[in-house]
């Protein structure tokens, strides 16, 4: 199964693995998930970063380069995933959270999050 993670997720599983529930765990740890980041998350954390986030901490490079070390592939944003957005419902406002919906949608890729307002969203979206 293919999943992208959230931002929250990603830097959870890099840092601070503790803070993963034991299903989002299990699957980030199953030999059969393909495990994906998009480009918007490392944008999203190097915008935080900036702006002095607690939560947004993590170097965006280091970050990038251990998740593709550890086997994750890296999910570009294409013109595609930008026009899918205006099909989205108006549950949430958080431009970066948006792009990763369109984005599983547009490939057919599940959306792990941690988040009960993105799992709102149709489409392939998992809370975990």
Excluded: C
């Excluded at 549950?91 to 307002?117: N, Y």
């Amino acid at each position: 199964m293919k999943y992208l993670l959230d931002t929250h997720l990603l830097l959870w599983a890099a840092g601070q693995p503790g803070r993963l529930s034991s299903v989002a765990r299990a699957l980030l740890e199953d030999p059969a998930s393909q495990l994906y980041f998009s480009a918007a998350s490392l944008w999203e954390i190097a915008i935080k970063r900036g702006l002095g986030r607690d939560d947004f901490r993590a170097d965006p490079r280091l970050l990038r380069r251990g998740l593709l070390d550890n086997g994750y592939g890296e999910l570009p944003i294409t013109s595609e995933h930008a026009v899918s957005l205006d099909a989205l419902p108006p549950i949430h406002k958080d431009p970066f959270d948006r792009i990763l919906v369109a984005q599983s949608m547009v490939e057919g890729i599940t959306l792990l999050t941690i988040d009960p307002l993105v799992a709102r969203y149709p489409g392939p979206v998992r809370q975990v």
